[in-house]
């Protein structure tokens, strides 16, 4: 099972709304991430876990709050957005995160939440 | 820095063209080089990856070789169906951090 899950699909929230986006993995796995994606751009970047504590943040806002209760759950939690967060949210996970001296793994994606932003 | 330069799109072609898609890659150290699918309305899935100078990496009639003598790493199918249609992310990762780098971009149209 090479399956990562997001839910919700897609979420419409006000500017004022705290909402959390929600990411499972059952593949062992001891990385897990979340990217941006614009319309018609590449992912980028926000935040990067490793055996459950946050190894990367690619200086993303504090509205963004990012948490990964274990090994299997990720959550980005949303509070006071704005419209131009509006995007794509995908969430990914791999074997373990590179590092010198050590392996590259792929990353396996799940098919986002779309956010829109009100 | 590291970069991946791939070729702009849209790229349209008739059903059973054969098919190219080229991404050049500048990077220190030796990077793990993939090919990543979106298809519309969807998240990104892993199409094929090479780790090493030489490697094919092939996955569902596609293929791509590294090819560390002129850093790059070209898509190719030989038949391409309708269902191919979406968007193609060349990508590279190292083991100096773990930030896959992207390219752009390439939609693929293939018309019946």
């Known amino acids: 099972d090479t399956e990562v899950t997001q839910t919700p699909k897609h979420l419409v929230m006000g500017m004022t709304n705290k909402k959390s986006l929600k990411c499972e993995q059952h593949?062992?796995?001891?990385?897990m991430y979340w990217y941006k994606q614009k319309a018609k751009k590449p992912p980028e970047l926000m935040f990067v876990?490793?055996?459950?504590?946050?190894?990367i943040n690619e200086s993303v806002p504090s509205r963004f709050s990012p948490e990964c209760p274990n090994s299997s759950l990720l959550n980005l939690h949303l509070h006071a957005l704005q419209p131009e967060d509006s995007a794509l949210y995908l969430c990914?996970?791999?074997?373990?995160?590179?590092?010198?001296?050590?392996?590259?793994?792929?990353?396996?994606f799940g098919p986002g939440t779309r956010l829109t932003v009100t | 820095g590291n970069s991946v330069t791939q070729m702009e799109g849209p790229v349209t072609l008739s059903e059973e063209a054969f098919l190219t898609i080229n991404c050049t890659y500048t990077?220190?150290?030796?990077?793990?080089l993939f090919w990543y699918v979106q298809y519309p309305g969807e998240g990104l899935q892993l199409l094929l990856k090479?780790?090493?100078?030489?490697d094919k990496g092939s996955n569902k009639g596609f293929e791509a070789t590294y090819r560390k003598e002129t850093t790059s790493f070209h898509l190719e199918k030989g038949s391409v169906q309708v269902s191919d249609s979406a968007v193609y992310f060349c990508?590279?990762?190292?083991?100096?951090?773990?930030?896959?780098?992207f390219g752009k971009g390439t939609r693929l149209h293939i018309l019946p």
């Open positions: 990914a996970s791999s074997q373990e995160t590179a590092g010198p001296g050590l392996a590259v793994y792929e990353q396996y």
């Open positions: 593949m062992g796995h001891r990385a």
């Open positions: 876990y490793s055996y459950e504590k946050l190894s």
């Open positions: 990077a220190t150290g030796y990077p793990s």
């Open positions: 090479a780790t090493k100078a030489d």
């Open positions: 990508a590279l990762n190292t083991n100096r951090d773990d930030k896959i780098i």
